[in-house]
C-alpha cells in the first residue's frame, strides 16, 4: 500500500521536470506554457526498494491570471489534506517571491512533514543563493537540479526517511478489497449507503495512517468483501472550484488500496474527460474495473437502443481494454444493487483466474499456427510454447518465440483477445509476455 506524494510551487520553478526525473519517465509534458496536458500528473516512483506515488499538481491550474494564483493556493491546500508529504519546490535563480511566501504559509500550518526543494541549484554559487529560503521558515533547503538531477538521491533518501508506514495490520490480504470511484456527484456514497444499509452485520472500520483509506468490512448474502472508502478530512468548504483536482487526488489512494475499482459513472451525464483521468489511473494499476451507469432512474427512455448506444459510447472512449461488464442501476432506488456486487465478486475471482498450462499450449498454439506473427525482414517468428505465471497481481502469460524483439503490439492484442475468448477474464487486465525461449 503506497504513499503519496504532492509536488508543489508556483508555475515555472520545474515541477513535470522534477516529476519526471522522479518518475523516471518522459510522461509530463515539459514547456513554457502554463497549464499543458493534465491527465499525465501521476506516477510511480521506486527509491531503494520503496514505492511511492507522486503527483505533480502543477498540471491542473486553469490557465488565466485573475485566478491563477487562488488556483495554486487551493491546490496547496487540497495536495496538504490528501497527501503524507508534500515536496514545496522553488527557484533559486528567481528567489523568494509573494506567491512563494504564501505558499509557504499555508504548509508552515499543516502537520504534514514539508520537504523544501531548492530547483534549479546548478552551481556551487548558486548554493550560497539558496540560503535566502530559510526565510520561509521551512527548515533546510534542499539544493537540487531536476533537470540534470544533481542532489535528487539525496531528496529521495530525506523522502524516504519521513513519509510515515502506511498499511494498517488487521487487513486479511485473501478477502477481496472494492473501491468505489467517480467524480464528484456521481452517487458513490449513495452506493456504499446502499451496500451497507443500516441492517449492518459485522462491520469493522480499520482505518491505516491519518489520511488512509478505511476498510468497511461487508460480510452478510454470502459475501465477504472490504470496501474501501478514502476518509481523510473530507472539508469540503474548502474545495469548491477545484473539484477534478480533489477528485483524482480522492479516488488514488481508493483505488491503488483496492483489487476491483467499481466505477460509477452519472447516467445523466454520459462519460466526461474526469470519468477518464480516473479510468486511467485504474489501468495505470492494474486494477480489475466494473463499470456502473448510475441514475438509471432518472432516464426517460429505457429501451434496448439506448442502453447498447450508452455501452458502445463507453467502451469506445475506453479502447482497448474494452472486456469489462457495465450494469445500469440506481443508488437511489436500489435497483441492480446486488448484481453490482455479485459482478465485483466474479470479477474478483477472473482475476485471480489460473489456467493449465497443457489446457492453455492445447488451444493457443493451434490458433497461433493459423494466424503466425508477421515475419520480419524475412525471417519467420515461431511461438512454440506458452504458459501463465504463477502469484503474480494479474493474469499474466509467457510466450516463447524464437524471435521475441519482432512481434508486434497488435499481435499482443490478437494473443490477450484469443484468451479472452476461450477464457472468462472480464473486466481484469491480463499481461502478455513475450521471451526468448
Request: hydrophobic share 40%; aromatic share 10%; with cysteine.
Amino acid at each position: 500500500m503506497g504513499n503519496l506524494v504532492a509536488i508543489v510551487g508556483r508555475p515555472n520553478v520545474g515541477k513535470s521536470t522534477l516529476f519526471n526525473r522522479l518518475t523516471q519517465t518522459r510522461q509530463a509534458i515539459v514547456s513554457d506554457v502554463a497549464g499543458t496536458t493534465r491527465d499525465r500528473q501521476y506516477g510511480k516512483c521506486e527509491w531503494c526498494g520503496k514505492e511511492f506515488s507522486v503527483v505533480d499538481t502543477g498540471g491542473w491550474v486553469v490557465n488565466s491570471d485573475d485566478i491563477f494564483e487562488d488556483a495554486i493556493r487551493q491546490q496547496v491546500l487540497i495536495a496538504t489534506e490528501e497527501a503524507d508529504l508534500v515536496l514545496f519546490l522553488v527557484d533559486v535563480q528567481t528567489g523568494v517571491t509573494d506567491l512563494d511566501t504564501d505558499v509557504a504559509e499555508i504548509l508552515r500550518r499543516t502537520k504534514l512533514p514539508v520537504i523544501l526543494v531548492s530547483n534549479k541549484t546548478d552551481n556551487t554559487n548558486q548554493q550560497y543563493y539558496a540560503a535566502e529560503f530559510y526565510a520561509l521558515g521551512l527548515g533546510d533547503p534542499f539544493c537540487i537540479s531536476a533537470a540534470t538531477g544533481s542532489g535528487t538521491g539525496d531528496l529521495l533518501d530525506e523522502v524516504l526517511k519521513k513519509l510515515p508506514d502506511a498499511t494498517p495490520d488487521d487487513i486479511d490480504n485473501n478477502i477481496p478489497r472494492f473501491a468505489v470511484v467517480g467524480r464528484p456527484n456521481a452517487g458513490k456514497s449513495s452506493l456504499i449507503n446502499a451496500f451497507i444499509g443500516e441492517e449492518r452485520n459485522i462491520v469493522t472500520d480499520i482505518a491505516g495512517t491519518t489520511r488512509d483509506s478505511i476498510y468497511t468490512r461487508y460480510d452478510k448474502f454470502g459475501f465477504d468483501f472490504y470496501l474501501v472508502d478514502t476518509a481523510g478530512i473530507r472539508r469540503k468548504n474548502k474545495v469548491t472550484e477545484d473539484l477534478e483536482f480533489y477528485s483524482v487526488m480522492r479516488s488514488i489512494r481508493a483505488i491503488e488500496n483496492s483489487d476491483v475499482c467499481i466505477l460509477m459513472i452519472d447516467a445523466t451525464r454520459g462519460i466526461e474527460a474526469q470519468d477518464m483521468n480516473i479510468f486511467q489511473l485504474i489501468q495505470k494499476n492494474n486494477k480489475s474495473l466494473v463499470v456502473v451507469v448510475n441514475k438509471w432512474d432518472l432516464v426517460q427512455e429505457k429501451s434496448q437502443k439506448v442502453i447498447d448506444t450508452f455501452e458502445n459510447a463507453i467502451r469506445n472512449r475506453m479502447a482497448p481494454f474494452t472486456d469489462f461488464p457495465i450494469i445500469f442501476a440506481s443508488a437511489l432506488t436500489k435497483q441492480r444493487i446486488f448484481k453490482v456486487l455479485e459482478t465485483a465478486k466474479q470479477v474478483y475471482l477472473n482475476r485471480k483466474a489460473k489456467i493449465g498450462t497443457s489446457k492453455l499450449n492445447e488451444i493457443m498454439l493451434p490458433l497461433i499456427e493459423a494466424f503466425p506473427p508477421q515475419s520480419v525482414k524475412g525471417k519467420y517468428i515461431k511461438i512454440k510454447y506458452c504458459n501463465q505465471i504463477p502469484d503474480t497481481q494479474i493474469p499474466s502469460f509467457v510466450f516463447y518465440a524464437n524471435l521475441p524483439q519482432y512481434i508486434r503490439e497488435n499481435y499482443r492484442r490478437f494473443l490477450e483477445n484469443k484468451i479472452r475468448e476461450n477464457w472468462t477474464l472480464t473486466g481484469t487486465p491480463i499481461n502478455i509476455f513475450i521471451r526468448q525461449k
